[in-house]
């Protein structure tokens, strides 16, 4: 497994509250037990007591992203060395059942589950996959969604660091609301300029007379 994959640890665990729209599912252990996704071993530690230590590293790992979508990458790096520091990686070789042409394992970097409970397991790996894409890809990959009030948390994969949105879903709701926005403009400019004119000739008008 390619520590690029862990960065959406993160993202996923971030996008579990909508602050604008007051939202929020992490509300049981059910839910933190489905941020894992099939790392279904490390899921079964989870208890009551991680829904709450969940949603601390959550409002932590939101600060990262604000403070790179804000343009402070001191700030971003500085929030993200923290959770590093204090949820430690174990890393580790592995080569699961993967061969290759010769029958040997085709050996990867991947990154153990930390042992002593379910949410400093999580909180390591989302770090320290977040910390490899920052490194590897720049800060300003680091975005939140741009269409209001959704404001999720997005890795930026783009050739051309174009990304704007969490998904296509918003990126089509921002572009709507933006031509019904233009389209607007364009109709009180119109009627603006009709009464401009229809003043100027009502002028002309008593002026002949």
Not at 74 to 83: C, E, G, H, I, R
Not at 147 to 165: G, K, V, W
Not at 169 to 194: D, F, I, M, P, Q
Request: proline fraction near 3%; glycine fraction near 6%.
């Amino acid at each position: 497994m390619e520590l690029a994959y862990y960065s959406d640890y993160a993202v996923r665990l971030v996008n579990t509250e909508e602050p604008a729209r007051n939202k929020d599912s992490l509300t049981s252990v059910d839910a933190v037990r489905e941020l894992f996704g099939a790392n279904q071993q490390a899921a079964r530690r989870a208890t009551d007591s991680d829904v709450t230590r969940f949603r601390s590293v959550r409002g932590r790992l939101r600060g990262v992203f604000e403070a790179a979508d804000g343009g402070d990458e001191t700030l971003a790096v500085d929030l993200l060395n923290s959770l590093l520091l204090e949820f430690p990686v174990s890393p580790q070789i592995s080569g699961h059942d993967y061969r290759d042409d010769d029958g040997r394992p085709l050996w990867h970097m991947h990154l153990a589950d930390h042992p002593s409970n379910a949410t400093a397991g999580f909180a390591a790996i989302a770090a320290m996959g977040l910390a490899f894409h920052l490194t590897e890809y720049g800060v300003d990959r680091l975005g939140l969604c741009e269409a209001a009030p959704c404001r999720n948390a997005y890795l930026d994969t783009s050739t051309n660091r174009s990304r704007r949105y969490c998904s296509d879903r918003c990126a089509t709701r921002a572009n709507v609301a933006a031509y019904r926005a233009r389209k607007r403009l364009e109709s009180e400019r119109s009627a603006s300029t009709g009464r401009t004119a229809e003043k100027a000739q009502q002028a002309s008008a008593a002026g002949d007379s």
